[in-house]
């Protein structure tokens, strides 16, 4: 076993390592400036020879003139998307350095520069409130990496929803054993993705995709035959205007092209309000795709993700590539000018909505799976990130025969020069009773043992040195809250809360509960009794958890129900007039108490 010597060595090689990455790409995105420098002189000499040296050449002859302004209209244009992808690499090296810079913040206890993921927040929810899942200072806010709105919501899913399954958890475990090795294909992805940042619109739109019903492929051969046919003659008829052909026949066919694409504008402007401004976007996942294809994986989920992108004659990098030109050049049509001018020449409408209708026919049912195969990679890399930055974690072992079984377990939020683990063996009982004085650490375990439970469901490292468990759902109260709108008193709102509880237990599923000072909203008395009646209720549903206290005389319970409660509990010392926690686990029922003291301290109370 490693010393903690060894894995402080292995942090600060971390950091040492993101350090040297962000120092890679400041060089690499210092040599994209300088290129960029020279492309942008490049263009202004070109730009100016393309107006001096056709007229200079026309002196000699005029079809040199034509020839050179031509060819330098070419290499202008060469040039403005040389200048346009150096602008991007440089864009995706910003982002690189931003996110190793980001790492370095994160292993030095400051995430705060990453989405928390606030909107996720649910009270309602089983137990992500109560564990501290989203918001500010969250562990999703701890462990997001994603690029895309809906890998975001992927991984939002996955900690909400963990699987039960030991098979699936077990193949969630080899993918992000994998993926967290892959540093830099993490990164890139990260970096790709960050390029444009999608808005809901977006994703909406390309739901819609599913969904859509073409308006031009279906219509009868005469169309079809008009939008082939006015082009070509249009073009035909300016040509016979050299032998004769009177002007008046081009610009006739042009205004019947204008009036033909006028006639369906209504109909193209529904398609243009669906499909406008998404070849970014589209692009975007194109190159996530790439990413994905061009990597070598080995665990079957992984590798079965990859021949899906890529069981079609091309590439789903290439399909999506193509539908992002198709729209790119759909939306050409926005300029005053350009758009009468393109629809009059070429009925640039109806060739590419005909394109785009028949991508959408071929690919539609196709796409919602590319797409959620990147939103899953998306939230793993995330997973695997926080896998990787943690070599002291261990992937726990899912055995249906163990409850909970854990070595040096700690909250991997805390700092792991404060953290302090414990042991804790849920074998030998059902349930177990905490107590313990006030901030001795009794609620920081419950979060302890609920979000490592969360993380070893979801296929992560959890924080300990060694771990074995029961997959199953999981419900935690504490953090109940009355209701000033419901009209629901804090009393009510926890019973409520208890009810569901119950409520799930008789359907027979396995539930993990995990409680925080139940009852608190009512007299002493009547706390013990009806906290006596619950866990005996709850023993006879067969339910298995935790629940912490500063009621003793629940401790009653581990002797009447001959172990299958058992009391473990947090102490506090008061030396020389100092208390002291050590925050470790004790057997049996707490001895000591600093409510009075802290109290008179604080000079709350006054002692005679």
Not at 248 to 276: C, D, M
Request: with cysteine.
């Amino acid at each position: 076993m490693e010393s903690i010597a060894d894995f402080e060595s292995e942090y600060k090689q971390l950091t040492l390592q993101y350090e040297k990455l962000a120092q890679t790409y400041k060089k690499q995105s210092k040599l994209i400036s300088l290129k960029m420098i020279q492309s942008g002189w490049m263009r202004v000499l070109v730009f100016i020879l393309l107006f001096a040296a056709p007229i200079y050449l026309s002196a000699f002859h005029i079809w040199l003139a034509i020839t050179s302004f031509l060819g330098l209209c070419m290499i202008f244009f060469v040039l403005v998307k040389r200048f346009n992808q150096l602008k991007k690499k440089k864009n995706e090296l910003l982002s690189l350095i931003s996110l190793n810079q980001q790492e370095i913040q994160a292993q030095s206890g400051d995430w705060s520069s990453f989405c928390s993921g606030e909107q996720f927040i649910n009270p309602h929810h089983h137990y992500s409130h109560d564990l501290d899942l989203f918001g500010p200072g969250s562990f999703f806010q701890y462990i997001n990496r994603t690029t895309t709105l809906k890998g975001e919501e992927e991984l939002q899913s996955r900690l909400c929803s963990p699987s039960t399954d030991t098979a699936t958890i077990k193949e969630h475990q080899s993918v992000i054993k994998e993926l967290a090795e892959k540093l830099i294909f993490r990164q890139h992805f990260y970096a790709k993705g960050r390029l444009l940042n999608e808005t809901q619109e977006d994703v909406n739109k390309i739901i819609a995709f599913d969904t859509y019903h073409p308006l031009l492929i279906n219509k009868g051969k005469t169309f079809k035959l008009l939008v082939k046919l006015l082009p070509v003659l249009f073009f035909i008829s300016i040509g016979l205007t050299n032998i004769g052909l009177p002007s008046a026949v081009p610009v006739t066919l042009f205004l019947l092209n204008l009036s033909f694409t006028s006639y369906y504008s209504k109909n193209i402007s529904i398609i243009n309000e669906q499909f406008t401004s998404l070849n970014d976007i589209l692009n975007k996942f194109a190159l996530l795709i790439s990413l994905i294809n061009q990597e070598e994986f080995k665990s079957k989920s992984l590798l079965a993700n990859k021949e899906r992108l890529q069981n079609q004659s091309t590439s789903a990098s290439q399909e999506i590539s193509q539908l992002s030109s198709f729209m790119k050049h759909f939306d050409q049509r926005k300029g005053m000018l350009t758009g009468p001018i393109l629809n009059g020449f070429l009925l640039w409408d109806f060739i590419y909505v005909i394109k785009i209708e028949h991508w959408l026919n071929k690919h539609s049912s196709h796409i919602k799976e590319w797409l959620q195969i990147v939103y899953e990679t998306d939230a793993f890399n995330s997973m695997a990130g926080f896998v990787y930055n943690h070599p002291d974690f261990t992937f726990p072992n899912p055995d249906n025969k163990i409850i909970l079984k854990a070595s040096d377990m700690g909250h991997p939020l805390i700092n792991r020069q404060e953290r302090v683990c414990n042991n804790f063996d849920f074998n030998k009982s059902i349930f177990t009773l905490i107590t313990g004085a006030n901030m001795s650490g009794k609620s920081t375990f419950l979060r302890t043992v609920g979000l490592n439970m969360i993380l070893a469901r979801c296929g992560m490292s959890v924080c300990a040195t060694e771990m074995t468990f029961t997959p199953m759902q999981m419900i935690t109260n504490m953090r109940t809250t009355d209701s000033l709108m419901k009209h629901e008193s804090y009393f009510f709102a926890e019973l409520k809360r208890l009810k569901f509880i119950i409520e799930h237990l008789k359907k027979g599923i396995p539930i993990f509960i995990i409680l925080d000072e139940i009852l608190k909203g009512t007299n002493s008395k009547d706390k013990t009794y009806g906290s006596l009646e619950l866990i005996k209720n709850l023993l006879s549903l067969n339910a298995k958890g935790m629940i912490a206290t500063h009621d003793l005389e629940l401790g009653i319970l581990e002797k009447e129900t001959q172990g299958k409660i058992i009391n473990l509990c947090f102490e506090v010392e008061n030396i020389g007039n100092e208390l002291i926690f050590d925050y470790k686990l004790h057997k049996g029922i707490t001895q000591n108490h600093n409510a009075s003291f802290l109290m008179k301290q604080m000079g709350i109370i006054v002692t005679n």
